[in-house]
């Protein structure tokens, strides 16, 4: 069942948290802040939405934009999914979207108690759970190999075998170099890992251990 839609497009999934600095503020800050947010000269209707304190209080009309767990009571998201002109948000004038994916994202967002996190910029590191790979037969060399098979997973994608070796070093080349691969280096690649230890450092080195 989809529940929603990352602001790429992809499903989430019903289990899936919606993460707000991924997925929320961008959107209220490209869209909403302009009139919602921390400059008080410019805030429309009393409501202030880059804090949760305020999001959750009703507004100068007696409504609230925030209902925490309550997507269908907030204000916001009638106002978001409005047909009406004049109460659509954000207002027409601006010119500015937001996707359906968007807002499936922000009412699950509210349905899971909409929670403001610090800017990421400040916020500590924390080290996410390594997921599981369900594939068995994918290759899995170093921890990142995980979160890259999660995602085709969940993009419904499988990993592709092993490049040659010839493509491989022009890959390892122009990433490593920013320059294509030269005639030399590419017979080299194409010959035995044994007789050109290069070639094998080249693409050895692009890769995390
Ligand atoms: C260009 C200014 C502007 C932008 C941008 C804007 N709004 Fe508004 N908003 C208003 C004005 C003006 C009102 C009051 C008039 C009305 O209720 O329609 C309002 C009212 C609201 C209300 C109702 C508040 C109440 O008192 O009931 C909500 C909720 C809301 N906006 C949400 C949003 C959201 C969410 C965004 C971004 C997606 C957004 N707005 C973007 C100008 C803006």
Not at 21 to 41: I, K, L, M, W, Y
Not at 51 to 78: C, F, N, W, Y
């Amino acid at each position: 069942m989809n529940l929603g839609g990352g602001p790429d497009g992809v499903p989430l999934r019903a289990e899936e948290k919606v993460n707000f600095n991924r997925d929320v503020r961008p959107v209220f800050s490209d869209t909403c802040f302009q009139c919602h947010g921390p400059d008080e000269a410019k805030r429309k209707a009393g409501l202030r939405l880059d804090t949760r304190e305020t999001a959750v209080k009703p507004a100068e009309s007696g409504a609230i934009a925030i209902v925490p767990g309550h997507p269908e009571q907030s204000e916001l998201i009638k106002r978001l999914t409005a047909k009406d002109p004049d109460d659509v948000m954000p207002p027409a004038k601006l010119h500015k979207t937001v996707t359906p994916a968007q807002i499936e994202a922000i009412k699950k967002w509210i349905a899971q108690g909409a929670e403001y996190q610090g800017h990421w910029a400040f916020l500590k590191p924390e080290r996410p759970a390594v997921p599981p790979v369900a594939d068995k037969s994918a290759v899995v060399r170093n921890p990142i190999d995980n979160f890259i098979l999660a995602r085709l997973a969940k993009e419904g994608l499988k990993q592709s075998p092993e490049a040659d070796r010839a493509t491989l070093q022009r890959r390892t080349t122009s990433t490593r170099d920013n320059r294509t691969a030269s005639s030399a280096r590419l017979t080299a690649a194409l010959t035995s890992e044994k007789r050109s230890p290069r070639v094998r450092s080249d693409i050895d080195r692009t890769r995390i251990p």
